[in-house]
């Protein structure tokens, strides 16, 4: 059985700051999750057209992230 895929969206200004990003913590600005994710995870990472981009991570490792960067943001 797979794992639970996740897809994590994000969008871009026309500067390239994050304006929006699925999944993320409280306390995080999305620019700060896009961050930490591409430290973390840029394996994960595809450029869309348009100024997008998704992560893509099963459920277990996008809630492991999730808590890391919470951890980390306290």
């Known amino acids: 059985m797979d794992?639970?895929?996740v897809i994590i969206h994000s969008r871009f200004a026309p500067n390239g700051?994050?304006?929006e990003i699925?999944?993320?913590p409280t306390g995080l600005d999305p620019q700060d999750w896009f961050n930490f994710l591409s430290y973390q995870a840029?394996?994960?990472y595809q450029a869309l057209a348009g100024g997008r981009g998704v992560f893509r991570l099963t459920r277990v490792a996008v809630d492991a992230l999730?808590?890391?960067a919470?951890?980390?943001a306290a």
Do not use: I, Q
Request: hydrophobic share 20%; proline share 0%.
């Open 3 to 5: 794992a639970e895929k």
């Open 17 to 19: 700051t994050v304006v």
């Open 22 to 24: 699925s999944e993320r």
């Open 42 to 44: 840029a394996d994960s």
């Open 66 to 68: 999730k808590t890391e």
């Open 70 to 72: 919470t951890t980390k």
